[in-house]
Protein backbone atom coordinates (compact mmCIF):
# COMPACT_ATOMS: atom_id res chain seq x y z
CA UNK A 1 0.00 0.00 0.00
CA UNK A 2 1.39 3.26 -0.76
CA UNK A 3 2.62 5.54 2.11
CA UNK A 4 0.24 8.11 0.94
CA UNK A 5 -2.82 6.01 1.49
CA UNK A 6 -1.44 4.70 4.76
CA UNK A 7 -1.34 8.46 5.90
CA UNK A 8 -4.93 9.51 4.74
CA UNK A 9 -6.23 6.25 6.36
CA UNK A 10 -4.69 6.89 9.83
CA UNK A 11 -6.05 10.61 9.57
CA UNK A 12 -9.07 9.38 8.72
CA UNK A 13 -9.30 6.43 11.77
CA UNK A 14 -7.55 9.67 14.40
CA UNK A 15 -10.74 11.90 13.02
CA UNK A 16 -13.03 9.21 14.00
CA UNK A 17 -11.59 8.41 17.40
CA UNK A 18 -11.70 11.99 18.48
CA UNK A 19 -14.95 12.39 17.13
CA UNK A 20 -16.17 9.39 19.42
CA UNK A 21 -14.41 10.79 21.96
CA UNK A 22 -16.01 14.30 21.58
CA UNK A 23 -18.88 12.47 21.61
CA UNK A 24 -18.50 10.30 24.97
CA UNK A 25 -17.64 13.18 26.34
CA UNK A 26 -20.92 15.05 25.56
CA UNK A 27 -22.79 13.47 28.53
CA UNK A 28 -21.63 14.98 31.87
CA UNK A 29 -22.75 12.13 34.21
CA UNK A 30 -20.65 9.21 34.07
CA UNK A 31 -21.37 5.60 34.27
CA UNK A 32 -21.17 4.09 37.68
CA UNK A 33 -21.36 7.72 39.32
CA UNK A 34 -24.36 8.45 41.79
CA UNK A 35 -26.95 11.26 41.63
CA UNK A 36 -28.73 12.92 44.71
CA UNK A 37 -32.06 14.24 44.04
CA UNK A 38 -32.89 16.66 46.97
CA UNK A 39 -36.39 18.42 46.77
CA UNK A 40 -39.92 18.61 47.96
CA UNK A 41 -42.81 16.65 47.28
CA UNK A 42 -42.28 16.66 43.19
CA UNK A 43 -39.14 15.20 43.72
CA UNK A 44 -40.08 12.84 46.57
CA UNK A 45 -43.37 11.54 44.37
CA UNK A 46 -40.53 11.73 41.62
CA UNK A 47 -38.70 8.58 42.60
CA UNK A 48 -41.44 6.49 44.34
CA UNK A 49 -44.05 7.02 41.36
CA UNK A 50 -43.13 4.27 38.06
CA UNK A 51 -42.79 7.25 35.47
CA UNK A 52 -41.70 10.13 38.55
CA UNK A 53 -38.79 11.78 37.01
CA UNK A 54 -36.63 10.77 39.30
CA UNK A 55 -36.79 7.39 37.61
CA UNK A 56 -37.21 8.73 34.28
CA UNK A 57 -33.55 10.65 34.48
CA UNK A 58 -32.48 7.25 35.48
CA UNK A 59 -33.87 5.01 32.86
CA UNK A 60 -33.17 7.43 30.43
CA UNK A 61 -29.28 7.23 30.93
CA UNK A 62 -29.82 3.96 30.85
CA UNK A 63 -31.36 3.67 27.72
CA UNK A 64 -27.87 5.48 26.17
CA UNK A 65 -25.54 3.06 28.26
CA UNK A 66 -24.98 4.94 31.38
CA UNK A 67 -25.90 3.27 34.62
CA UNK A 68 -26.42 5.78 37.86
CA UNK A 69 -27.06 4.74 41.42
CA UNK A 70 -29.91 7.18 42.68
CA UNK A 71 -30.16 8.95 46.39
CA UNK A 72 -33.50 9.88 47.10
CA UNK A 73 -33.53 12.93 49.03
CA UNK A 74 -37.33 14.42 48.40
CA UNK A 75 -39.33 14.79 51.29
CA UNK A 76 -43.09 16.33 50.75
CA UNK A 77 -43.72 19.95 52.21
CA UNK A 78 -39.26 20.81 52.65
CA UNK A 79 -38.37 24.80 52.04
CA UNK A 80 -35.05 25.95 51.66
CA UNK A 81 -34.04 25.85 55.34
CA UNK A 82 -35.28 22.28 56.35
CA UNK A 83 -33.28 20.80 53.04
CA UNK A 84 -30.51 22.91 54.51
CA UNK A 85 -30.72 21.49 57.73
CA UNK A 86 -30.71 17.50 56.25
CA UNK A 87 -28.04 18.37 53.66
CA UNK A 88 -25.53 16.36 55.39
CA UNK A 89 -27.89 13.64 56.59
CA UNK A 90 -29.35 13.13 53.32
CA UNK A 91 -26.86 14.23 50.99
CA UNK A 92 -23.20 14.86 51.95
CA UNK A 93 -23.24 11.90 54.22
CA UNK A 94 -23.72 9.40 50.54
CA UNK A 95 -21.07 11.08 49.11
CA UNK A 96 -22.50 11.44 45.09
CA UNK A 97 -20.94 12.43 42.77
CA UNK A 98 -24.14 14.73 41.80
CA UNK A 99 -26.58 16.64 43.22
CA UNK A 100 -29.92 18.32 41.74
CA UNK A 101 -31.50 20.79 43.36
CA UNK A 102 -35.11 21.22 43.20
CA UNK A 103 -35.95 23.91 45.46
CA UNK A 104 -38.43 26.80 45.46
CA UNK A 105 -42.38 25.87 45.52
CA UNK A 106 -43.09 25.36 48.99
CA UNK A 107 -41.21 29.02 49.88
CA UNK A 108 -43.53 30.55 48.15
CA UNK A 109 -46.74 28.49 48.26
CA UNK A 110 -46.58 27.91 51.49
CA UNK A 111 -47.29 31.83 52.14
CA UNK A 112 -46.65 33.47 55.77
CA UNK A 113 -45.05 29.76 56.53
CA UNK A 114 -42.77 29.98 53.45
CA UNK A 115 -39.41 31.54 52.93
CA UNK A 116 -38.80 35.27 52.13
CA UNK A 117 -36.38 35.77 49.14
CA UNK A 118 -33.58 36.81 51.09
CA UNK A 119 -33.58 33.44 53.02
CA UNK A 120 -34.26 32.01 50.60
CA UNK A 121 -31.17 33.28 48.52
CA UNK A 122 -29.06 32.32 51.89
CA UNK A 123 -30.08 28.96 52.20
CA UNK A 124 -29.60 27.98 49.20
CA UNK A 125 -26.42 29.43 48.30
CA UNK A 126 -24.83 27.59 51.26
CA UNK A 127 -26.20 24.15 49.98
CA UNK A 128 -24.56 24.58 46.72
CA UNK A 129 -21.32 25.80 48.77
CA UNK A 130 -21.55 23.18 51.20
CA UNK A 131 -22.25 20.63 47.50
CA UNK A 132 -19.30 22.02 46.16
CA UNK A 133 -16.92 22.05 48.96
CA UNK A 134 -17.55 18.16 49.54
CA UNK A 135 -16.68 17.62 45.93
CA UNK A 136 -20.58 17.42 44.70
CA UNK A 137 -21.00 18.59 41.20
CA UNK A 138 -24.23 20.71 41.47
CA UNK A 139 -27.54 20.46 38.83
CA UNK A 140 -29.99 23.86 39.83
CA UNK A 141 -33.44 23.22 38.52
CA UNK A 142 -35.26 26.45 38.30
CA UNK A 143 -38.91 25.93 40.32
CA UNK A 144 -41.71 24.79 38.53
CA UNK A 145 -45.38 26.64 38.46
CA UNK A 146 -47.50 27.33 41.33
CA UNK A 147 -50.53 26.25 39.38
CA UNK A 148 -50.92 26.62 35.52
CA UNK A 149 -51.10 29.89 34.98
CA UNK A 150 -48.08 32.45 34.25
CA UNK A 151 -49.75 35.34 35.59
CA UNK A 152 -51.24 34.71 38.71
CA UNK A 153 -49.88 35.94 42.24
CA UNK A 154 -48.19 32.84 43.37
CA UNK A 155 -45.92 32.81 39.71
CA UNK A 156 -45.49 36.33 39.88
CA UNK A 157 -44.27 36.07 43.23
CA UNK A 158 -41.99 33.17 42.12
CA UNK A 159 -40.39 34.76 39.39
CA UNK A 160 -37.35 36.04 41.25
CA UNK A 161 -36.68 33.37 43.33
CA UNK A 162 -36.27 31.74 39.50
CA UNK A 163 -34.00 34.58 38.66
CA UNK A 164 -31.73 34.12 41.53
CA UNK A 165 -31.11 30.51 40.86
CA UNK A 166 -30.27 31.27 37.19
CA UNK A 167 -28.00 34.09 38.31
CA UNK A 168 -26.36 31.55 40.65
CA UNK A 169 -25.86 28.78 38.51
CA UNK A 170 -23.61 30.98 36.16
CA UNK A 171 -21.82 32.29 39.83
CA UNK A 172 -21.08 29.02 41.18
CA UNK A 173 -20.83 27.30 37.68
CA UNK A 174 -23.48 25.18 37.94
CA UNK A 175 -25.23 23.23 35.86
CA UNK A 176 -28.76 24.78 35.04
CA UNK A 177 -32.11 23.00 33.89
CA UNK A 178 -34.77 25.92 33.34
CA UNK A 179 -37.52 24.01 34.38
CA UNK A 180 -40.00 26.91 34.88
CA UNK A 181 -39.22 28.50 31.22
CA UNK A 182 -39.60 24.66 29.83
CA UNK A 183 -43.03 23.81 31.87
CA UNK A 184 -44.47 27.40 30.89
CA UNK A 185 -43.58 26.51 26.95
CA UNK A 186 -45.53 23.56 27.78
CA UNK A 187 -48.17 24.70 29.38
CA UNK A 188 -48.77 27.77 26.48
CA UNK A 189 -48.57 25.23 23.13
CA UNK A 190 -50.95 22.45 24.90
CA UNK A 191 -54.06 22.14 22.85
CA UNK A 192 -56.56 24.46 23.39
CA UNK A 193 -59.33 21.58 24.90
CA UNK A 194 -56.37 20.28 27.12
CA UNK A 195 -55.25 23.95 28.00
CA UNK A 196 -58.60 24.70 29.69
CA UNK A 197 -58.40 21.98 32.32
CA UNK A 198 -55.51 24.16 33.92
CA UNK A 199 -53.76 20.40 33.98
CA UNK A 200 -51.62 19.93 31.16
CA UNK A 201 -48.25 19.26 33.37
CA UNK A 202 -49.89 18.68 36.63
CA UNK A 203 -52.45 16.80 38.22
CA UNK A 204 -53.46 19.04 40.85
CA UNK A 205 -51.61 22.23 39.66
CA UNK A 206 -48.69 21.41 41.71
CA UNK A 207 -47.48 17.85 41.41
CA UNK A 208 -46.77 16.42 38.11
CA UNK A 209 -48.60 14.12 36.05
CA UNK A 210 -46.48 11.56 33.41
CA UNK A 211 -46.14 14.50 30.87
CA UNK A 212 -45.27 16.85 33.29
CA UNK A 213 -42.40 14.58 34.56
CA UNK A 214 -41.43 13.92 31.46
CA UNK A 215 -40.86 17.54 30.87
CA UNK A 216 -38.70 17.70 33.96
CA UNK A 217 -36.85 14.77 33.19
CA UNK A 218 -35.92 16.20 29.24
CA UNK A 219 -35.01 19.17 30.93
CA UNK A 220 -32.23 17.58 33.15
CA UNK A 221 -31.30 15.19 30.40
CA UNK A 222 -30.59 17.91 28.38
CA UNK A 223 -28.61 20.08 30.61
CA UNK A 224 -26.46 17.05 31.51
CA UNK A 225 -25.87 17.17 27.45
CA UNK A 226 -27.74 14.75 26.37
CA UNK A 227 -28.56 15.49 22.36
CA UNK A 228 -31.37 15.08 20.46
CA UNK A 229 -31.10 11.82 19.37
CA UNK A 230 -30.14 10.67 22.76
CA UNK A 231 -33.13 12.42 24.71
CA UNK A 232 -35.10 10.38 21.63
CA UNK A 233 -33.87 7.54 22.83
CA UNK A 234 -34.48 8.07 26.31
CA UNK A 235 -38.01 9.23 25.36
CA UNK A 236 -38.67 5.54 23.57
CA UNK A 237 -37.35 3.81 26.88
CA UNK A 238 -40.06 5.75 28.94
CA UNK A 239 -42.68 5.12 26.75
CA UNK A 240 -42.19 0.77 27.00
CA UNK A 241 -44.97 -0.62 29.39
CA UNK A 242 -43.18 -1.45 32.41
CA UNK A 243 -42.62 2.06 33.27
CA UNK A 244 -46.01 2.88 34.69
CA UNK A 245 -47.69 5.79 36.25
CA UNK A 246 -49.68 5.36 39.30
CA UNK A 247 -52.65 7.06 39.22
CA UNK A 248 -55.31 7.86 42.13
CA UNK A 249 -58.69 8.98 40.91
CA UNK A 250 -61.24 10.22 43.21
CA UNK A 251 -65.15 9.69 41.85
CA UNK A 252 -68.01 10.72 43.53
CA UNK A 253 -70.25 7.93 43.67
CA UNK A 254 -73.43 6.90 46.02
CA UNK A 255 -73.94 3.86 48.22
CA UNK A 256 -76.41 2.25 45.02
CA UNK A 257 -73.63 3.12 42.35
CA UNK A 258 -70.87 1.44 43.96
CA UNK A 259 -72.77 -1.46 44.70
CA UNK A 260 -73.50 -1.60 40.92
CA UNK A 261 -70.20 -1.59 39.61
CA UNK A 262 -68.86 -3.86 42.59
CA UNK A 263 -71.57 -6.17 40.97
CA UNK A 264 -70.53 -5.72 37.59
CA UNK A 265 -66.88 -6.47 38.82
CA UNK A 266 -67.52 -9.28 40.92
CA UNK A 267 -69.43 -11.02 37.02
CA UNK A 268 -65.99 -10.80 35.89
CA UNK A 269 -64.12 -12.58 38.97
CA UNK A 270 -62.79 -8.59 39.48
CA UNK A 271 -61.99 -6.42 42.06
CA UNK A 272 -63.81 -2.81 42.03
CA UNK A 273 -60.22 -1.53 40.84
CA UNK A 274 -58.98 -4.07 38.91
CA UNK A 275 -62.58 -3.31 36.54
CA UNK A 276 -61.61 0.12 36.46
CA UNK A 277 -58.61 -0.01 35.25
CA UNK A 278 -59.79 -2.47 33.03
CA UNK A 279 -63.04 0.06 31.62
CA UNK A 280 -59.85 2.53 31.02
CA UNK A 281 -57.65 0.36 29.14
CA UNK A 282 -60.27 -0.15 26.99
CA UNK A 283 -60.95 3.30 26.39
CA UNK A 284 -57.18 4.27 25.54
CA UNK A 285 -56.80 1.44 23.30
CA UNK A 286 -59.99 2.84 21.74
Partial sequence: MMPSMIRLMLSILVVCISISQLHAQDIQVKDGQTIAFLGDSITQFGAHSGCGYVRLVD????????????????????????????????????????????????DVWHGKRGVNLQDYKTNITKIVDQAQAAGIKVMILTSTMIREQADNDLNKK????????RELAKQKNCLLADLN??????????????????????RDGVHMNPLGDEMMAKGILR????????????QQ?????????????FINLSIEDYAKLQAAAAD???TVEAYVSDLVDQQIVK
Avoid at 71 to 95: F, P, T
Avoid at 158 to 165: E, G, K, Q, T
Avoid at 237 to 249: F, G, I, L, P
Fill in 158 to 165: LAPYNDFL
Fill in 59 to 106: YGLKANGIEIKRVNAGISGHKSNQMLERLEKDVLSKKPDWLTLSCGVN
Fill in 268 to 270: KNM
Fill in 237 to 249: AWRNDKYKSRMQM
Fill in 181 to 202: RDMLVMVNTAPDAVGKTGLVAT
Fill in 223 to 234: SFGLSDTQLAKA
